[in-house]
């Protein structure tokens, strides 16, 4: 199995901060890396697919990069709704695994 | 408009068995990928399995035996039978359309595996 590394696995930070989440593959994924958004209570939300690619109707604060095995998720700067916890998942091969998590909070 | 709407969860004794259902409208689950995640309390999320439109299906390790994942095309419905069920099978378990990205979810429904 693939397995997923997200740091760091909670982070504070202050509204119109930029930050960078990383995660990184035990093994090449080429660019098959989607970054999910959850928040409580709630399903997550996909942000960012194919590594790089924003989903239709997420702000275009939100980033992606990476390829191979390292990959990051930007944020520009941070808003109120920013806050939460984000995963990295692997789509390259069953069984799609997730990272354990960045939680995100206000400084 | 696309909806995925889980129902069948519920409080279960370990060993015992649970059929979950996933109703979807907007789309039709045959032409569709159709996957399952669960999320136990305080932890990540986990991939569970997902049925393909030619009808392979695919599990990960800790439910492969155990969980089966199945659909009615009449019903336009989703399904996850799950047995010999564990302590650790306690989640939240959400339907999801996608083979392995997921942009529509449903609310999702509580497992819960106890004595």
């Known amino acids: 199995d693939i397995q997923m590394t997200q740091s760091p696995s909670s982070l504070s930070a202050s509204l119109g901060d930029r930050v960078t989440i990383t995660c990184r593959a035990s093994q090449s994924i080429s660019s098959s890396l989607n970054w999910y958004q959850e928040k409580p209570g709630k399903a997550p939300k996909l942000l960012i697919y194919?590594?790089?690619s924003l989903q239709s109707g997420v702000p275009s604060r939100f980033s992606g990069s990476g390829s191979g095995t390292d990959f990051t998720l930007t944020i520009s700067s941070l808003q109120p709704e920013d806050f939460a916890t984000y995963y990295c998942q692997q789509s390259s091969s069953t069984p799609y695994t997730f990272g354990q998590g960045t939680k995100l909070e206000i400084k | 408009e696309v909806q995925l709407v889980e129902s069948g969860g519920g409080l279960i004794q370990p060993g015992g068995s649970l059929r979950l259902s996933c109703a979807a409208s907007g789309f039709t689950v045959s032409n569709n990928y159709i996957s399952w995640v669960r999320q136990a309390p305080g932890k990540g999320l986990e991939w569970v399995s997902v049925i393909y439109s030619d009808g392979s299906t695919y599990y990960a390790d800790s439910v492969k035996g155990r969980f089966t994942i199945s659909r009615d095309n009449s019903k336009n419905t989703l399904y996850l039978q799950m047995s010999s069920l564990r302590a650790e099978d306690t989640a939240v378990y959400y339907c999801?359309?996608?083979?392995?990205?997921?942009?529509?979810w449903g609310q999702g429904t509580l497992v819960i595996v106890s004595s």
């Open positions: 999801a359309r996608g083979r392995s990205d997921w942009v529509y």
């Open positions: 194919a590594a790089s």
